[in-house]
């Protein structure tokens, strides 16, 4: 569940996280590195908070409560093996309370769902390795997740093809994903030996296509194109749908005999588009664009825009006011509460607004510390004699609000070391 919170639709509520870190705006690029460059493993504690409140759940068929609260501390790792390799990890842990999903059990009198709290735990690990003679580098990653239903692992690699003067570069990428579901249905639906779904396991595989070029000293582009196809299990098994049969002022009882499972279609193709502009105004502000089209197989049609001016306040401290739009179409089979016909049934049919027609907006404030020195030193508890330093601290935070209701708070801490 909480992975699909921050995936669906291509992160229509994605939460920001500090990993796009604003000091890169100071960093010129280097063409030759000397070993000097690479003796220093980094490592980023990252911790994001994000909650949400709206009154369209899935699980009630698009009524009721979206609560959500979401602490999730991670660990970025980048430790460099020589100057042409490195080993990135990252892993942590999403620890969340819904109010929403624990109605898996709605119509219970004393209702405890196993979802009201659960505990996501990931892992990824990425190889990159330039090569010497050509400039051009590769990079192999795979990681894998656990929560209480759905268990996942994924694969993937990249090449990317490097100009000699490092000013452009076209990356092709994949990207391979398992996810195994523990189906669990509504509880009045829960019959023995009964399958509402026929698939437990959901399958993606993305290709991407990306280019960038530096066009002048102020002037940076990159172009992304990709290919995203999901067969399986793309219903949620305790998502709910009421049919023109049910109406949202009948008693529960009533209710509880006209739910139905969602029903989606067990393949979609998704294909975002998307370009980056980044513009240096002048040595200490840089305008940051980005828009993406995005359309898929379900009939949603989406346009994202967004807009961020990292502003360098001292040689130590960047502050970066951002601003993001989204609007979409609704699924073809997208249903509101009571809508879809008990007569003439469709074949595929769902009460998830975030496939609904709506339109969005996020906006927030970033700020970056990293004095040159760092903020402090210490012994490093991993290297005998070495120094290890406190180089950085970061804060982002974000209001997002929805046109059907749905509101979200966003904040992220980063600090960064190294060792």
Do not use: C
């Not at 026929?198 to 530096?214: A, E, I």
Request: glycine share 6%; hydrophobic share 35%; net charge negative.
């Amino acid at each position: 569940m909480l992975l699909g919170i921050g995936m669906t639709g291509f992160s229509q509520t994605d939460k920001n996280s500090l990993d796009d870190r604003q000091e890169e705006s100071r960093k010129k690029v280097k063409i030759k590195k000397s070993p000097e460059d690479f003796k220093d493993t980094e490592v980023n504690f990252l911790f994001n908070y994000y909650e949400q409140d709206g009154d369209h759940s899935p699980v009630t068929g698009g009524m009721g409560t979206e609560e959500l609260d979401n602490v999730a501390p991670s660990f970025v790792v980048h430790v460099p093996i020589d100057s042409l390799s490195a080993l990135d990890l990252n892993f942590g842990v999403d620890i969340y309370s819904s109010a929403s999903t624990d109605n898996v059990d709605y119509f219970e009198i004393n209702k405890s769902s196993a979802s009201s709290m659960d505990a996501r735990v990931h892992f990824n690990a990425a190889y990159s390795h330039t090569l010497a003679n050509s400039g051009n580098a590769y990079s192999i990653l795979g990681g894998a997740s656990v929560e209480f239903d759905v268990t996942s692992f994924h694969a993937g690699g990249s090449y990317t093809f490097n100009s000699k003067d490092q000013n452009r570069s076209l990356t092709i990428d994949g990207l391979f994903m398992n996810d195994t579901w523990n189906r669990i249905y509504p509880v009045e639906l829960r019959e023995p030996e009964k399958e509402w779904l026929k698939d437990d396991v959901r399958t993606t595989l993305k290709l991407g296509l990306s280019y960038s070029q530096v066009i002048n000293k102020r002037l940076q582009a990159l172009f992304s194109a990709e290919v995203v196809s999901q067969s399986g299990l793309l219903s949620t098994p305790f998502h709910r749908v009421f049919f023109d049969d049910a109406n949202i002022n009948d008693d529960m009882a009533t209710l509880r005999g006209l739910s139905h499972v969602e029903q989606l279609d067990d393949s979609r193709l998704k294909i975002p588009i998307s370009m980056r502009w980044n513009y240096y105004l002048s040595d200490f502000v840089r305008l940051k664009t980005f828009y993406r089209f995005y359309t898929d197989s379900w009939g949603i049609s989406a346009h994202t825009a967004s807009i961020e001016l990292p502003m360098m306040v001292s040689q130590s401290f960047i502050v970066s006011p951002f601003f993001r739009y989204h609007t979409q179409t609704a699924a073809d089979d997208f249903y509101k509460f009571g809508q879809a016909s008990a007569t003439n049934t469709p074949e595929f049919y769902t009460s998830d607004y975030d496939l609904s027609d709506f339109n969005s907006y996020k906006v927030g404030i970033g700020f970056q510390y990293s004095p040159v020195m760092g903020i402090g030193k210490f012994k490093s508890p991993f290297r005998k004699g070495k120094v290890a330093q406190f180089k950085s601290i970061g804060l982002r935070a974000a209001y997002y609000d929805r046109s059907d209701g749905l509101n979200a708070m966003l904040v992220s801490l980063d600090f960064g070391f190294t060792f």
